[in-house]
């Protein structure tokens, strides 16, 4: 049974670091997609980025508001998945969530992963 769980979230100042770690079970990394999204309170769950695995090694993609500020990366011999936050806004605060999909697409919708955490929540003091 595949198993995804989220830590590393807490209470960061804007500006600041955070990384995000996504530990999975039951199957190996490099047979999905991985990805984070966030959800704030009254907005949709929103995509953060991706991590394809390829036989090279592994493409990340990002949602359209990250410009830089994170990195997704994937750790293949602990089975982890890494979100590192850096210059943290006010407006990043969220529930973030990891997620697989196991037809290992780019997806960007909730509906393209099959697998989620239970999330972990992000607070930026201003």
């Known amino acids: 049974q595949v198993q995804l769980v989220e830590s590393g979230g807490g209470l960061v100042q804007a500006g600041g670091s955070l990384r995000l770690s996504c530990t999975v079970s039951g199957r190996t990394l490099k047979t999905f997609t991985m990805g984070w999204f966030r959800q704030a309170p009254g907005k949709e769950r929103e995509f953060v980025a991706g991590?394809?695995?390829?036989?090279?090694?592994?493409?990340?993609y990002y949602g359209g508001f990250v410009k830089g500020r994170f990195t997704i990366s994937g750790d293949n011999v602990k089975n982890v998945v890494f979100l590192q936050m850096n210059n943290v806004k006010v407006e990043d605060a969220a529930v973030y969530y990891c997620?697989?999909?196991?037809?290992?697409?780019?997806?960007?919708?909730?509906?393209?992963?099959?697998?989620w955490g239970q999330g972990t929540q992000v607070t930026v003091s201003s």
């Open positions: 997620a697989a999909d196991s037809r290992r697409q780019y997806g960007r919708n909730s509906d393209d992963f099959d697998y």
């Open positions: 991590l394809v695995f390829t036989w090279s090694g592994s493409v990340p």
